[in-house]
């Protein structure tokens, strides 16, 4: 095709053009893209474009055919890219349901006495090796071994009284020492049915 500059596109003309064919084309996109503001788009962008190759055409060539062609092409590339969007978006979504899976499973099977048993029972050990050597000694029968009150009492020759006094020191020395490990009886218990 031979190029006449001196018969180029005018902006009189592509004026006349995109009157006449401006919304005609954003119907046609619109079919496509399903997107009022992206035909629009589309068309509006296919009109720079033809603009913009307006040395190419002389007055006899089919400009409005090159113009629906231009429109078709944008449309195509809005459509493959809102395909590509939605690769991307659906391989993000499905990433985070695994992620979301993953942490119900990770919740699920998570259980807060085992993860404190080990830093629980170094703090209770802690505890009874600082205290007296007799009250340690009930404690431990009382909770280890079984013992009841009357047999501490006996095998240690002190009063029932004092066996009682002394473990309710030690629940409360326990206590306090696990204050951030709630519910403290519950690890309390926990922990000293498996201490020994």
């Given at each position: 095709m031979e190029i006449l500059y001196d018969n180029r596109l005018t902006s009189a003309e592509l004026s006349s053009i995109y009157s006449e064919y401006y919304t005609r084309l954003v119907i046609i996109a619109l079919r496509y893209v399903r997107e009022k503001s992206a035909a629009e788009d589309i068309v509006t962008d296919s009109f720079v474009s033809f603009w913009e190759h307006r040395d190419k055409f002389t007055r006899e060539d089919n400009k409005i055919g090159y113009l629906l062609t231009i429109v078709k092409n944008n449309c195509m590339n809005y459509?493959?890219?809102?395909q590509s969007f939605h690769k991307i978006e659906q391989h993000l979504s499905s990433e985070k349901q695994r992620m979301l899976n993953?942490?119900?499973?990770?919740?699920g099977n998570f259980e807060p006495t085992t993860f404190y048993a080990t830093e629980v029972k170094q703090i209770?050990?802690?505890?009874l090796d600082h205290?007296?050597?007799?009250?340690?000694?009930?404690?431990?029968?009382?909770?280890?071994?079984?013992?009841t009150y009357d047999e501490i009492a006996d095998e240690l020759g002190i009063t029932r009284r004092k066996v009682t006094s002394e473990i309710q020191n030690v629940l409360a020395v326990m206590r306090k020492a696990l204050a951030d490990y709630l519910p403290v009886y519950?690890?309390?218990?926990?922990?000293?049915?498996?201490?020994?």
């Open positions: 459509l493959n890219r809102q993953e942490s119900i499973r990770a919740l209770i050990r802690r505890e205290l007296p050597e007799q009250t340690r000694k009930i404690f431990e029968q009382s909770r280890f071994m079984d013992k519950a690890i309390i218990t926990l922990i000293m049915n498996n201490l020994h």
